[in-house]
């Protein structure tokens, strides 16, 4: 893989290295790291397929510090890390040392805000066309809602939620003073590029944002949930993301978060939405936890790959919630 060599040699070696290094995504990450180190001056970098057809062309060779990046990719350092980006939702993060890396997964969550967003303003809507919601009234949705990430890392659900919904407030809560900054230079890239902007705040997310119990729409959180005895199985996960961002403080997982279940609740307006990410064998759990906070229409929300990834609920106060507790219903969300 010498520098000035065929690209396709060079691919050929780099996805036989990462795949005998037990990486799974072996040639999408020998392409992806190539075509960072092909971007031109002002950053643009190739697609993958760009790569592929210029490695075959003879269009590109290999660029110089190619041969170091694999060999750090084959050691397990993420690949996020050695290409500074991270692709989340409509949105191009950067990402590294001291920050919990978003994940594909973590995607839908910011679906289950929209729809929520989305509906209040239809009921909104339908209130002010029937004349049936008097305005002030406590179950009138805000014409600009407020909605709140708890442990915000990277600023992922945060920025991805302000940008796909304007007009929406958006704070992201933040206890780790080297995630915040990363979230920071995310909040200004986005800024100038999509001209989205969000409040950040250097807070604990168990007892955030005292004074505003009872106005947030929606709370959106990747709480950490790994029970604390557990060892992730990915040296990525394992070795780079910061363990405060991975372990939920309990052999279950769940102390931090039914903290943060517990201060969303008590920070949400009536009827306001709370969807907390999880692992998968702790969906039913997580429920519980739920409904016995008096959130109702508690549903575990899947994923694309089809794994229950998260839960939602509304919090407690919000009009016919009496008839729904009189006649309880489970829901499953798909992904879209």
């Not at 396709?8 to 392409?31: F, K, M, P, Q, W």
């Not at 003879?58 to 990719?73: D, K, S």
Request: aromatic residues 4%; charged residues 25%; proline residues 9%.
């Amino acid at each position: 893989m010498a520098p000035g060599a065929p690209l396709s040699a060079g691919l050929r070696c780099a996805h036989r290295l990462l795949a005998e290094a037990g990486i799974a995504s072996a040639r999408v990450d020998a392409e992806l790291l190539a075509a960072h180190l092909l971007a031109d001056a002002e950053g643009r970098a190739p697609g993958r397929g760009e790569v592929a057809a210029g490695a075959i062309t003879g269009r590109f060779t290999v660029p110089a510090g190619y041969a170091e990046l694999i060999r750090r990719r084959a050691a397990r350092e993420p690949l996020q890390h050695l290409t500074g980006r991270a692709p989340f939702r409509r949105l191009e993060l950067l990402v590294g040392p001291g920050v919990f890396v978003p994940r594909p997964e973590t995607e839908v969550l910011v679906d289950e805000v929209s729809a929520h967003l989305a509906a209040r303003r239809a009921e909104a809507q339908g209130s002010e066309a029937s004349g049936s919601e008097p305005p002030g009234s406590e179950s009138a949705p805000d014409p600009a809602p407020l909605v709140v990430d708890l442990a915000t890392g990277s600023g992922a659900l945060a920025l991805a939620v302000a940008q796909e919904n304007p007009g929406t407030r958006v704070i992201g809560v933040e206890r780790s003073e080297t995630a915040l900054a990363w979230a920071e230079r995310n909040a200004r890239r986005v800024a100038r590029e999509h001209g989205v902007r969000i409040d950040l705040r250097r807070e604990d997310a168990r007892d955030a944002l005292p004074g505003a119990e009872g106005t947030v729409e929606a709370i959106v959180t990747n709480p950490p949930y790994i029970p604390e005895d557990a060892v992730p199985r990915d040296p990525e996960v394992a070795r780079y993301d910061p363990p405060e961002a991975l372990y939920g403080g309990s052999p279950d997982g769940l102390a931090i978060p039914t903290a943060f279940l517990e201060r969303a609740a008590r920070l949400l307006r009536p009827g306001g939405l709370l969807v907390m990410e999880h692992a998968e064998v702790q969906a039913g759990a997580v429920a519980a936890l739920f409904r016995d906070r008096g959130f109702h229409r508690v549903r575990n929300v899947r994923d694309l790959t089809g794994r229950d990834r998260a839960t939602a609920g509304l919090a407690p106060g919000y009009p016919g919630e009496r008839a729904e507790s009189a006649h309880p219903r489970d829901e499953r969300a798909s992904a879209p």
